[in-house]
């Protein structure tokens, strides 16, 4: 059978690389003594895959994962034999059992979205980064600097991946921000530079935390989607 | 440390996952009134891979009332970091400063990580040397196999124990208790940790010097014994241990189930310091290691079981155990690795079952290239051995081969370095001359080739060590005769690193005062060639006028005083002595299992090898 589920990373878990989260996920199965269906070949490996990757130091509220069994299992033992298992600030929730049929996640996968808590090196009023906000959405071109594989660096818009950013809190120190953005298998909305625009904006720089919220799947019955009949 | 002061700190380094703790079993206990730090000085991936610190984990976390926490070598970017925020070293359980600890203690397993026990010091502002730290700093002790010459790092810690730990340790624990409990000064507390069998207080011995170097030790007070004797664990099946095994988020070096099948081997290599201070040989029943497999593979969730040892296969049920391994292993989709396979011990059965689970690379050691050689260091392992192991292998599939090897062996002549290339050619046309079939399809021969490093408490501790001029000769001798191996591929190094560890591995006391000052300047990470500082370390030599080739490349005499005389393995000294007469001689020693040597002497006899 075929499960989907999401697992949060809160706290240290946070530090996690993706390749760390796709291992302690995989033995954590194991673990719970989950009948994992491996891959045929010279190295088998259990069919277990994330939809997207997550950035080294991000939470993550809901990494949505699909995991193949042999047999059947209620999704509700699933989760709890799974939560019984998996180290400090990780849990999974939402597992349901899916379609043989029903596409891959990472194919499927469209937009997130994220909280971002931004400490600018200098305080800002609510006002100004609102206005500030409201500058770079009314704008058709966010220009940024991506480095390439190669190393070069080449200029990028950002502004068709940027679909929603408000802001939700400013204690004058920091100010945190909900933001909605593209995400695919082939990439997206890259926080990062999305902050260093708006700093970039203010006349200032700073660091940031971020926490991806949700993940939005296109064509994929039962998991969140931006369409109609908007998850909850 | 608070949260938003680590995630400052991570924010800043190239691997976060090494400082934060949280693994999958991790034992944080609420109440305590004793805290260990147990230290390493490497990074967490080497750390978190040896065995030593696993099973002490386990056994003092198990101690009621005492917490036992991780802290590993930060790399040079947390280091940096920690520096500019003013931060201390802290701990991965609970993140509170190494300095706040009631004992803490560094396992020593590589001479070339003693700079770094230095800096782990600084950052937990803690004074590196015994003398100059009260009661108000943590005890300061160490212990691992390179304990069993303390001496270059003896001015630093409080105590060191010699040999197995899983008992002396909590004995040292409780002692530390009564004696706070007691209100007793430090000199007190050491004089009840000398008291402990294979415990060391070095600050209890005072060391002479004369124009020719070591000259003696001294005891300064009748409270220590005037020969510290290796602390031997007597019974190694109802010993504790790793329990639940830690689980690493990051890859770590041996990122697997440790299971460990027996303690010590029989075989005499005359070069093997572990070969001589595991003595003598302990194994584990089959009943026991196959419920602690099981046990392992449950609570950890890893697909990899290695059955360590010395030489696993000399275990003596081996043939009874490794079916039974493999076959509960492959109903868990566990694969099973045997790392120290001898030559003349594999069995072609097994090689094709461990090729159902993963195909890996094989490695044999025959360690020199002619019989003479292997004769000297008695290594007894005959070239058809190895040829017979190599083409079982192929047979099966196998197409990665790895030899390891050492240049600049005691007696060693130009026709045995050469030796090794024509060793690798035969491998090489066993290869090509099977039918292809018969065989994989590209050869991939690695031939990996150290340099020898005399150790103390072997039969070769009075050995001088190849200068380097000497060993790039071999070398590039070696690199000559190795074009035209086909599939061959030669690894070598850069032997200075190889001359520090023999000075360090068989230095005396004055080697603190060269550590203190090489730290100075800026050493630490000395076995990852891009932190290695040469000329610093010539130089922290030159200022304490010594030099590394008098440590190092200096042929003793066996009548000498050595600095770690003092230190008692259980094997006798009058025993290393006839085996250093036989390697010179070329005459080799017999297995253990097939006779006893009487290594222990008459003091130790009752130290039976298969009870």
């Known amino acids: 059978m075929r499960i989907i589920a999401a697992l949060h990373e809160r706290g240290r878990a946070a530090y996690l690389s993706h390749l760390d989260m796709q291992r302690t996920l995989q033995r954590a199965l194991r673990r719970a003594d989950m009948p994992l269906v491996y891959s045929q070949g010279f190295n088998p490996h259990p069919l277990v895959a994330f939809a997207g990757a997550l950035s080294t130091g991000y939470e993550s509220e809901r990494e949505w994962f699909d995991v193949r069994l042999e047999g059947e299992i209620i999704p509700a033992d699933f989760e709890a034999r799974l939560n019984e298992v998996l180290p400090e600030g990780m849990a999974v929730s939402h597992a349901m059992e899916a379609p043989e049929d029903l596409g891959t996640l990472t194919g499927h996968l469209a937009a997130a979205r994220y909280t971002l808590w931004v400490r600018p090196e200098r305080a800002f009023s609510a006002a100004e980064v609102g206005s500030a906000l409201d500058k770079l959405l009314q704008s058709e071109e966010l220009m940024v600097q991506k480095r390439t594989k190669s190393g070069a660096m080449v200029p990028q818009n950002i502004r068709p991946q940027l679909y929603e950013a408000r802001l939700t809190a400013c204690d004058g120190a920091s100010f945190a921000l909900d933001v909605l953005g593209e995400l695919t298998a082939g990439g997206g909305l890259r926080t990062e530079a999305f902050v260093n625009v708006l700093l970039d904006f203010l006349g200032s720089a700073g660091s940031f935390q971020c926490r991806r919220e949700e993940m939005y799947f296109d064509g994929l019955p039962g998991l969140p989607s931006l369409g109609k009949g908007k998850y909850e | 440390m608070n949260d938003q002061v680590l995630d400052r700190l991570l924010s800043r380094v190239e691997k976060p996952a090494r400082y934060i703790g949280g693994e999958y079993n991790m034992q944080v206990k609420a109440e305590a009134d004793l805290r260990f730090a147990l230290c390493f000085p490497d990074v967490y991936e080497i750390g978190m891979s040896h065995l030593g610190s696993r099973i002490l984990y386990h056994v003092l976390n198990g101690m009621e009332g005492v917490r036992c926490e991780r802290c590993f070598a930060p790399w040079t970017d947390m280091e940096q970091a920690l520096k500019e925020a003013g931060e201390e070293l802290f701990t991965l359980e609970t993140r509170a400063p190494l300095k706040s600890f009631d004992i803490v203690g560094f396992s020593l397993l590589y001479e070339m990580c003693y700079s770094n026990i230095l800096t782990m010091l600084e950052l937990g502002h803690i004074p590196f040397l015994s003398r100059d730290r009260g009661l108000e700093y943590p005890l300061l002790v ?172 000399d275990y003596s049920h081996l043939h009874e155990l490794l079916p039974e391994v493999m076959d509960r292993m492959e109903k868990k989709r566990v694969s099973v690795a045997l790392p120290s396979l001898r030559i003349d011990s594999l069995l072609k059965d097994e090689l094709d079952k461990m090729q159902s689970v993963r195909k890996a690379g094989l490695t044999f050691a025959p360690e020199a290239g002619t019989q003479r050689m292997r004769d000297v260091i008695n290594k ?106 086909r599939g061959g591929e030669l690894h070598y190094h850069p032997s200075f690193l190889s001359v520090l560890e023999a000075a360090f591995s068989r230095g005396d006391r004055r080697l603190a005062e060269v550590l203190l000052r090489a730290h100075g300047k800026g050493c630490r990470f000395d076995s990852w060639s891009e932190h290695f500082k040469p000329v610093a370390w010539q ?60 290594c222990f002497g008459r003091a130790y006899a009752d130290h039976r090898c298969f009870a």
């Open chain 2, 539 to 598: 130089e922290a030599f030159s200022e304490c006028g010594l030099t590394v080739a008098e440590y190092a490349h200096r042929q003793r005499a066996l009548t000498e005083p050595l600095p770690w005389g003092h230190v008692d393995v259980v094997v006798t000294e009058a025993y290393l002595k006839k085996e250093y007469e036989k390697a010179m001689a070329a005459q080799t020693t017999k297995d253990c299992r097939q006779g006893c040597n009487g």
């Open chain 2, 380 to 485: 007894n392992v005959t070239e058809e051995d190895l040829l017979r192991a190599c083409s079982d292998a192929f047979e099966s599939g196998w197409t990665g081969v790895k030899l390891y090897f050492m240049i600049g062996l005691p007696t060693e002549t130009d026709e045995d370095v050469l030796g090794i290339a024509e060793l690798a050619k035969k491998v090489s046309r066993l290869f090509y001359s099977m039918p292809k079939e018969k065989r994989g399809k590209g050869l991939r021969l690695t031939v990996s080739v150290s340099t020898f490093v005399p150790k103390p408490h072997t039969a070769f501790e009075w050995c001088a060590q190849d200068e380097p001029e000497e060993i790039r000769r071999k070398q590039r001798l070696l690199v000559g005769a190795m074009k035209g191996v």
């Open chain 2, 142 to 313: 160490a212990g691992g196999p390179c304990a069993v010459n303390p001496e270059p790092i003896a001015p630093f810690f409080d105590a060191v124990v010699i040999g197995d730990g899983e008992e002396a340790e909590p004995e040292l624990v409780n002692a530390y208790r009564a004696s706070r409990a007691a209100g007793e000064t430090k000199r007190q507390l050491l004089e009840r940790l000398a008291a402990i069998p294979g415990v060391y207080v070095p600050s209890f011995y005072e060391a002479e010097y004369d124009e020719h170097g070591f000259k003696a030790i001294r005891r300064l007070t009748d409270k220590a014994p005037e020969k510290v004797t290796r602390r031997v664990l007597e019974n190694l099946d109802k010993a504790p241990f790793v329990g639940r095994q830690l689980v690493p988020h990051m890859q770590i070096v041996h990122d697997r189930v440790a299971l460990e099948v027996m303690r010590g081997c029989t075989r005499g290599c005359r070069f093997c310091q572990a070969g001589y201070i595991y003595r003598p040989v302990r194994e584990r029943s089959e009943r026991t290691l196959l419920a602690q497999a099981e046990e392992l593979v449950r609570c950890t969730g890893y697909d990899e079981i290695s059955l360590l040892s010395l030489s696993t296969g």
